[in-house]
């Protein structure tokens, strides 16, 4: 007797289970998993008072399903909440591999991407606010017919706490780092000081390379944001180099959490970086660039 698969989509799990449903998104590569449906109601008068209660309420949640079986390594998702300032379209609470983060560029954009084209928010609405533990953020939908083509956000504001700082770094010595912040804090490091090259970016030895460096920075430099004691920690260190398109600016690979690889070239990082490069004279105000990440997709 053969299978009848078709069976499968009548059954339903017992009382003993824990249903939780989900929408699974990616942005450039990086991927993003969308809770609907089986997640606490969150408490709090801000973003960052309920990714607090999340923290210490909400774990096992983001453990179900950010680590394996269900998850993976470079795992990442979101939960959505109620706004909590006037006139914003609803909250979100970012997660990873090792906790929950306080921005993230790639979530705003599929999470838009995913409440208009589900209905989820009225298929009129094209300008979106989103509050974040860092702050509002307005993210702006392009059509086409049904589908959401494109997204833009406007961040929190961005900007540097440090240019060419150096660090002591075990295996590598002593290395050069810009500090700046785009929503989290990041550390940027010339993937060429490493000697290391984009043929190599993928491997272990960068991802060890980012885990020992953010080690070693966060030992030694007081982060203190000027708003959200919250914010105040070293997310990731973004690794930068030269683009493989010679018409695109250049390209970030950024190791963040427990030495996760982002798979995008790191919205919150692009906004950090945008605010060094401008620091430097490199980067007027209203010009574009264009960032490639470890997998060529481009903000």
Not at 5 to 21: I, Q
Not at 78 to 99: E, K, Q, R, W, Y
Not at 196 to 222: F, M, V, Y
């Amino acid at each position: 007797m053969g299978l009848r698969l078709e069976n499968a989509l009548d059954w339903e799990p017992g009382a003993g289970y824990r249903r939780v449903r989900t929408f699974d998104l990616h942005t450039g590569g990086e991927p993003f998993r969308i809770v609907i449906d089986g997640a606490p109601a969150i408490p709090g008068e801000t973003v960052a008072a309920k990714r607090r209660w999340a923290q210490e309420h909400a774990d096992d949640l983001r453990r179900l399903l950010m680590w394996e079986p269900r998850g993976h390594a470079d795992m990442y998702g979101c939960l959505l909440t109620a706004p909590v300032t006037p006139g914003a379209d609803f909250g979100i609470l970012f997660m990873h591999n090792s906790g929950f983060s306080t921005m993230c560029g790639h979530g705003i954009i599929a999470a838009t991407t995913a409440v208009l084209e589900t209905g989820m928010l009225p298929a009129a609405e094209n300008r979106l606010i989103i509050d974040s533990p860092a702050g509002p953020v307005r993210a702006t939908a392009e059509r086409d017919g049904n589908r959401v083509s494109r997204v833009a956000f406007l961040n929190v504001p961005s900007f540097v706490v440090a240019l060419d700082a150096e660090v002591e770094v075990a295996s590598y010595g002593r290395l050069p780092y810009d500090l700046a912040f785009g929503g989290a804090y990041y550390a940027f490091v010339d993937i060429a000081t490493l000697g290391l090259d984009w043929g190599s970016a993928g491997s272990a030895r960068l991802i060890d390379a980012g885990r020992a460096i953010k080690r070693a920075i966060a030992a030694e430099q007081p982060i203190e944001h000027p708003g959200e004691r919250d914010l105040g920690f070293l997310y990731g260190v973004v690794f930068h180099g030269p683009p493989t398109d010679e018409s695109h600016h250049s390209r970030n690979v950024c190791v963040f959490a427990d030495g996760e690889v982002d798979r995008s070239p790191t919205g919150t990082g692009v906004s950090a970086r945008a605010a060094l490069l401008h620091a430097r004279g490199h980067l007027a105000l209203g010009q574009p660039i264009t960032i490639e990440s470890i997998v060529g997709s481009v903000f």
